[in-house]
């Protein structure tokens, strides 16, 4: 049915990625269901782009039930993958040409209701220091949801519906400093949701039945 893609490329400091299948019935735009953020005929990481993977099911009509485009940016030296109003967490190409994402950012517009187990390491997302996710409605993480994250150093998921957190949700994250969970709907925080964080020094719970704690 989609016969080719085309893809915009992006230089460093801009976040104007964009990418689309020609369907049979004309043009038509996706979300980055899959992609990976590289550098452009051989370069040194300065010219990047987002491109979609062709294979399994992106880049179908599947796709159509995110309305945002993912984009990469250099913030701060490091590189930042953004996907605005989109309606599912984005998987990264396994791949290793090209520089690494360090920082995910869904924020207002998004519509993630669900993190479910291993799912940031099913989506090679397993390599990000820091996790932006408020605004998103996000109702509920499933246990080991952040398998095999070693270096994820900071998780922002306060503005969002969040209710119960029992089990080891953001357990076993040896390099986690901040976890920001405030403006939820926390009544349960149980006691090994956070076990096996060694180097946690900021827990925000503001907004929710608890007060912020600092660990």
């Known amino acids: 049915l989609f016969r080719s893609v085309s893809t915009k490329w992006a230089t460093k400091g801009s976040a104007n990625v964009t990418f689309s299948c020609h369907a049979d019935g004309g043009l038509r735009s996706f979300p980055c269901a899959g992609c990976e953020c590289r550098p452009r005929g051989g370069g040194r990481g300065r010219q990047l782009a987002v491109l979609p993977r062709l294979h399994g099911q992106h880049c179908n009509k599947d ?109 076993s994250l040896p390099a986690l400093l901040s976890l920001d969970l405030s403006h939820n709907r926390l009544t349960v925080f149980g006691s090994s949701v956070l076990s096996n964080c060694p180097a946690l020094r900021s827990l925000s719970l503001q907004g929710n039945r608890s007060e912020e704690r600092r660990v």
């Open 63 to 171: 796709s159509s039930a995110g309305a945002g485009t993912c984009s990469c940016s250099w913030v701060s030296s490091r590189l930042v993958m953004q996907c605005p109003a989109v309606t599912y967490l984005p998987s990264l190409a396994r791949t290793s040409a090209g520089p690494v994402v360090q920082v995910l950012s869904l924020t207002q517009g998004c519509r993630v209701p669900i993190i479910t187990q291993r799912q940031l390491y099913d989506h090679n997302l397993h390599n990000l220091q820091k996790i932006e996710m408020m605004h998103c409605q996000l109702r509920n993480i499933k246990e080991n949801s952040f398998y095999y994250m070693e270096i994820l150093q900071h998780v922002n998921m306060s503005h969002n519906l969040l209710s119960r957190l029992e089990s080891s949700q953001f357990s």
